[in-house]
């Protein structure tokens, strides 16, 4: 979602700062903004839309000071305009915020009624004006910070800045991600360690409602009750480097490119292919006696996660229950003692995922976590930590990080399976020798590229597109849609292939185009039998398969795209190819942004 970065320099910071928004574009974001101290006095320059615009605005306004913060906005209170852009500022105080003050609009109108003027409709501007009346009544920054923060309820990072200490920063957490970063005669605050990554490699990150004062000489950290702490200065491992699309149009289509070998690299973690077994992290309870699994996660996690579930019940008999994170607290589960909860994200500070995971630790659940940042609040806060290694995902369609999730899931359940006496030693070498060979498995799959390149404009046209899957295909029809419409804009559902007649065969006519995913095996031929009702009725279908499943029911259809025969186990991982390059290519051909589609943020850190 939003991003964050701050710098207590020795030089003029206001390029520096731009280069660190740069870094987090991958975010997603609609407006942009940065702020000094210069003079005596605080300066701003906003745009809305991309950073160009921002860029173009300090070009020709340049921003001078040696002290400043600069944010990426994406909308949650008030529009994407200028006047709503970060950073928000009063004569006293100019500062950024990533999350949501969800009892803003009391205090705004407590600050109304005590004569405060608000220029934005943002929940921000508020702490704005809370910290700035305190400094006009004469408090220290430091002070009027810490009688702030009591006041703001919901999820917040915050980086303050302040005209009458012009060598001075501010910084706060609660519920959203803040890192400190430690230079040579600098210090920085960041979002995460990419936006620092050219300025230092030596950060700390700040724990559940720490708050921080920065200076040029370090950094001073209290914890929510205001007590000095000491946080952990640990080496980053994020490359400087920007990270650029070599050879590739999109961010998306590289990382689509790149799944075989992350997949590979992740597998490595979790396969000894000496012994034929999986191996997971060490921990310290049984994995045997689990006797029901929670998973909670949103989007494509879900989905990865919705994959699991089959597995987890065919090869382990575990009972499984899956919630998508925002409905998990307000159902109120019922979580039974010993039960383990598996969190599914890519960024691990997805906020209403971190919410349920905190509500789960509490009613007692074992917490595992599979996430692609090691050193997440998610990462950090589970009993186990399932780590993907699928690299930095800058598109903010998840393709990538949901290929490794789907991989350590595998894994996990063949662990599960074993733990529970239902996987054999010769099983468990099978299940091993299939997950080695899905990434040469993907690589075929991304061999049809050009191919699915060439009927891109068969969907194009379409307003509604269906897709239809059965067993572990039905998760991947829904994740086809969700691509299609995340990045096309074209409105797109997935169905299991079996309830076409129970609604949705409604909407079939010749001007919907019907995706169908089976690979052959045993839920095929009921999967065909299903497509046949759609063709019976005019529909245009799409048949992903491989070549035994496109001889049999490949004559009548639009157009075919064929899978490598694969193990039912790596079908998900290598049938994910397919319905992310169709969404791709689709995409470009309509001319949308693919990389950062409108009104999607990348990692989402409110509810």
């Known amino acids: 979602m939003c991003g964050i970065i701050g710098i207590v320099g020795a030089g003029d910071v206001a390029e520096r700062l731009v280069d660190g928004l740069k870094r987090l574009e991958y975010r997603g974001y609609d407006s942009a903004g940065v702020a000094t101290v210069h003079d005596g006095a605080i300066e701003r320059r906003r745009a809305e839309g991309k950073l160009v615009n921002l860029v173009r605005e300090l070009r020709d306004e340049p921003l001078p000071g040696v002290t400043g913060i600069a944010h990426t906005r994406w909308a ?9 852009a970060h950073p928000h500022a009063t004569s006293e105080v100019a500062l950024v915020h990533n999350g949501i003050i ?6 705004r109108d407590a600050l109304v009624a005590r004569g405060r003027h608000f220029d934005s409709e943002t929940d921000t501007e508020v702490v704005a004006h809370l910290v700035s009346e305190k400094i006009e009544q004469g408090l220290s920054p430091k002070d009027a910070v810490a009688q702030v923060l009591p006041q703001l309820h919901g999820a917040f990072a915050l980086a303050i800045l302040f005209r009458s200490h012009p060598d001075l920063l501010i910084g706060a957490r609660l519920g959203s991600p803040l890192v400190v970063g430690y230079g040579d005669g600098e210090t920085y605050l960041g979002s995460d360690a990419l936006a620092l990554a050219p300025l230092t490699q030596k950060i700390a990150y700040l724990e559940e409602g720490d708050w921080v004062v920065i200076t040029r000489e370090g950094a001073e950290i209290f914890d929510k009750d205001n007590q000095p702490v000491a946080r952990a200065v640990t080496l980053s491992g994020v490359s400087g480097a920007l990270i650029d699309k070599g050879n590739h149009r999109h961010f998306m289509q590289k990382e689509i490119f790149e799944q075989p070998v992350v997949v590979a690299q992740t597998l490595r ?26 998973i909670v996660a949103c989007g494509t996690s879900f989905y990865a996660g919705l994959v699991a579930k089959y597995w987890f019940e065919k090869f382990a008999r575990v ?10 607290r307000y159902r109120d589960p019922v979580l039974e003692k010993g039960g383990l909860a598996l969190f599914i994200s890519q960024s691990g500070e997805t906020a209403d995922t971190l919410a349920a995971l905190r509500h789960a630790k509490a009613a007692g659940q074992i917490i595992a976590v599979v996430v692609n940042v090691p050193t997440s609040s998610m990462a950090r806060e589970a009993d186990l930590l399932l780590p993907t290694h699928a690299g930095p995902e800058i598109g903010v369609a998840s393709t990538k990080a949901f290929t490794c999730q789907l991989a350590v899931l595998a894994a996990l359940a063949a662990n ?67 691509k299609l419409k995340e990045i096309s804009y074209i409105h797109a559902e997935g169905y299991a292939a079996g309830e076409m007649k129970h609604g949705p065969i ?28 759609v063709q ?9 398969s491989d070549a035994d499943g496109i001889a049999q029911a490949g004559e009548n259809c639009m157009a075919t795209i064929e899978m490598p025969k694969v193990h039912p186990l790596i079908a998900p991982l290598v049938y994910a190819v397919p319905v992310q390059l169709l969404a791709y290519h689709v995409a470009v051909l309509k001319g949308t942004d693919v990389d950062q589609p409108r009104n999607l943020a990348k990692s989402v850190t409110v509810e």
């Open 416 to 482: 599960l399976a074993r733990a529970a006496g239902h996987l054999s030693p010769e099983e468990e070498a099978e299940i091993v020798w299939h997950l080695s060979e899905a990434p040469a498995a993907m690589n075929q799959a991304l061999g049809h590229d050009r191919e699915i390149e060439a009927m891109a404009h068969l969907i194009a046209p379409a307003r509604d597109v269906l897709y239809l899957g059965r067993g572990p295909d039905y998760p991947m029809a829904l994740e086809g849609a969700l």
């Open 269 to 294: 973690s979790y396969l000894r292919r000496m012994e034929n077994q999986v191996a997971l992290p060490d921990m310290d309870f049984d994995l045997g006696q689990v006797k029901r699994i929670t």
């Open 506 to 533: 409604a909407l079939i006519d010749e001007l919907v185009p019907v995706i169908v995913i089976a690979p052959s095996g045993p839920l095929f031929d009921k999967t065909v039998s299903n497509m046949a009702e």
């Open 319 to 328: 009972p499984v229950d899956i919630d998508v994170a925002s409905e998990f």
């Open 76 to 84: 949650t209170h008030g529009a994407p305009t200028t006047s709503n």
């Open 102 to 107: 969800e009892n803003f609009k009391p205090l």
């Open 536 to 544: 019976a009725r005019g529909g245009k279908v799409v048949l992903i």
